[in-house]
């Protein structure tokens, strides 16, 4: 993308040298070319940030949760947000701590697109094993939205990949909703083991 735009700072300020024939087009499209590389390159870096938050290695994944669900609450004005993460997600491995944080940030994301909801509720708990279930995390979102029918739910949801991320580490994800009555998110991601860590 910078090159690109090199390029098209130099065709503008080699323009003075054409012939006037030949430069009629050529300041509009080198805007053009420098404006788009301009905004692709701030939605890269938008994305960058988003998907590996500057806080997470910083101050942990409990405190980049909190600074993502205070940023949403901004935006989702109309609904009350209530989040509560249990002290122990913090001893999430990164693998674990890169598909956790995407899997609350994607469901902000989602209600403030679709849900019109009034009440989003995040717990994070941690859970310790037992009765055949994993140790790790524990992640239930629940809003009281429109909700959605299950059987066709659009691609951009990210829901797709967000399963895939989680399945891979062993995990799960379980969606509930009708239509007119909310939309709850419950995932599974289990703490690594001396195994999975070592490979």
């Known amino acids: 993308m910078n090159v690109i735009k090199i390029d098209a700072v130099a065709i503008r300020a080699g323009l003075a040298n054409m012939a006037p024939e030949t430069r009629a087009n050529l ?8 404006v788009n590389v301009d905004m692709v390159h701030e ?9 590996r938050p500057v806080g997470l290695d910083e101050l942990g994944l409990t ?17 009350q947000l209530s989040l509560t993460v249990d002290e122990h997600i913090d001893d999430l491995d990164e693998a674990r701590s890169l598909v956790l944080y995407p899997i609350v940030q994607e469901a902000l994301t989602n209600c403030a697109r679709r849900a019109r909801a009034s009440r989003v ?6 859970h310790d094993g037992g ?36 399945t891979a580490l062993g995990g799960s994800i379980a969606l509930e909703s009708r239509p007119r ?10 703490a690594a083991t001396a195994e999975g860590a070592a490979a």
């Open 27 to 34: 300041p509009y499209r080198a805007r053009s070319i420098i």
């Open 43 to 51: 939605s890269v870096a938008r994305l960058i940030r988003e998907l």
């Open 63 to 79: 405190a980049a949760i909190e600074h993502c669900a205070n940023v949403w609450r901004t935006r989702l004005q109309t609904a």
């Open 121 to 126: 509720d995040i717990q994070i708990q941690w």
């Open 131 to 166: 009765r055949g279930d994993a140790r790790g995390a524990l992640v239930g979102i629940e809003d009281d939205g429109i909700g959605a029918d299950l059987d066709s739910l659009p691609t951009e949801l990210g829901l797709i990949g967000m399963r895939e991320r989680v």
């Open 181 to 190: 009555t909310g939309f709850r998110l419950a995932a599974q991601v289990p």
